[in-house]
């Protein structure tokens, strides 16, 4: 059985792209916010927040629906699970350091 695109499908796909889209962007959230400072300074540090909770979730449904599920469906699910899993240490190792310093202010 081969794995494509459309197995791990278009939201996960979406919702994986932008995480990763603002990984980087932490190298701008000191930025003052005005003008596209607002954007890295409060839009995608609140984003960020609200993609790990999503990827979570959905790491944690695509192993609640992984059991009892034939071979092929639990390998879907599982590659599903771990793309999300990846993802979410993705944001904590990038965006990690960055929310420990607000605490430390």
Not at 1 to 10: C, P, V, Y
Not at 25 to 40: C, E, H, K, R, S
Not at 53 to 63: E, G, K, S, Y
Not at 72 to 95: H, P, T
């Amino acid at each position: 059985m081969s794995l494509n695109l459309k197995d791990i499908g278009g939201m996960r796909i979406t919702l994986i792209g932008l995480t990763l889209a603002c990984l980087p962007l932490v190298l701008f959230a000191d930025m003052q916010p005005i003008g596209i400072g607002v954007m890295t300074a409060y839009i995608v540090p609140a984003l960020v927040v609200l993609f790990f909770f999503v990827l979570m979730l959905d790491a944690l449904m695509n192993r609640v629906f992984m059991i009892e599920q034939p071979p092929e469906v639990q390998a879907v699910k599982r590659l599903n699970m771990w793309l999300d899993l990846i993802a979410g240490a993705g944001i904590l190792v990038v965006w990690g350091s960055y929310f420990r310093s607000l605490l430390q202010t």
